[in-house]
Each structure stands twice: as C-alpha cells, then as structure tokens.
C-alpha cells in the first residue's frame, strides 16, 4: 500500500474527502454553492473547530448572528460551539472548503513534527 492517497474531485455542490483519500485525523469537505443558495441548516459542533477557505466567488457566513462577508482568498477558523450558516451571494456562486480537526489537538507544528 502506497503512503499517500490522490483524487480528483468535480464540482458537485458538496464531496466530502474523509473516505475517498482515507483520512485519519481531519474531515475536509469542497462545497459548491450556486448564486443565491445557502448550507440548509445552521449548525456547531461538539469538538470540531472548522476552518474554511474560500475559492471563488462571495458570499457570506452567519456566526452566532453575526454576519462575516466572505470573498475568494479569505480563510476563516470558527470554534466548535459557534453557530454557523454559510450563504453564496444572490449574483455569484461560491466555493470553498471546509477542514474541521478536533480543537485543540496539534502537538506540533511543521518544524517540530519534521523529520529530516
């Protein structure tokens, strides 16, 4: 067995990575929101913080009420129990990804963890 894992992904409105490169310690989902669409639902989470990436076109978030305007290049880390929406603006699509890890759970960063 190989030690990496590679896919191609289309542009459904959502393709969630966990089983399709078997990942182990995130959950990393590309959403494709059309002009005017939103995420049905609002929702936190009991571990998870999210971090979102926007890779194209606007939009924004609703976050414990508040709203946050969202654009291509913007990153955005939200914490588990915060309430979230997400919304494509009404005259552009947007996509963007969205990685949740268990908050709090980096022992290390890159120069700690490497080994040369």
Same mark, same amino acid.
């Given at each position: 067995?190989?030690?990496?894992?590679?896919?191609?992904?289309? *542009?459904?409105?959502?393709? !969630?990575?966990?089983?399709?490169?078997?990942?182990?310690?995130?959950?990393?989902?590309?959403?494709?929101?059309?002009? =005017?669409?939103?995420?049905?639902?609002?929702?936190?989470?009991?571990?998870?913080?999210?971090?979102?990436?926007?890779? *194209?076109?606007? =939009?924004?978030?609703?976050?414990? =009420? !508040?709203?946050? *305007?969202?654009?291509?290049?913007?990153?955005?880390?939200?914490?588990?129990?915060?309430?979230?929406?997400?919304?494509?603006?009404?005259?552009?699509?947007?996509?963007?990804?969205?990685?949740?890890?268990?908050?709090? *759970?980096?022992? =290390?960063?890159?120069?700690?963890?490497?080994?040369?």
């Amino acid at each position: 067995m190989a030690n990496f894992s590679k896919v191609s992904v289309a *542009s459904d409105a959502r393709t !969630e990575l966990h089983n399709k490169l078997s990942l182990t310690g995130a959950e990393i989902s590309i959403n494709n929101l059309p002009a =005017g669409a939103c995420v049905p639902f609002v929702h936190a989470h009991k571990h998870n913080e999210e971090i979102y990436t926007v890779l *194209s076109g606007r =939009g924004s978030a609703v976050i414990d =009420g !508040e709203t946050i *305007s969202l654009t291509a290049g913007d990153w955005l880390r939200i914490s588990p129990v915060a309430k979230r929406q997400f919304f494509a603006a009404k005259d552009t699509a947007i996509s963007f990804v969205c990685i949740q890890v268990k908050e709090n *759970s980096l022992e =290390g960063y890159t120069n700690d963890d490497a080994i040369i």
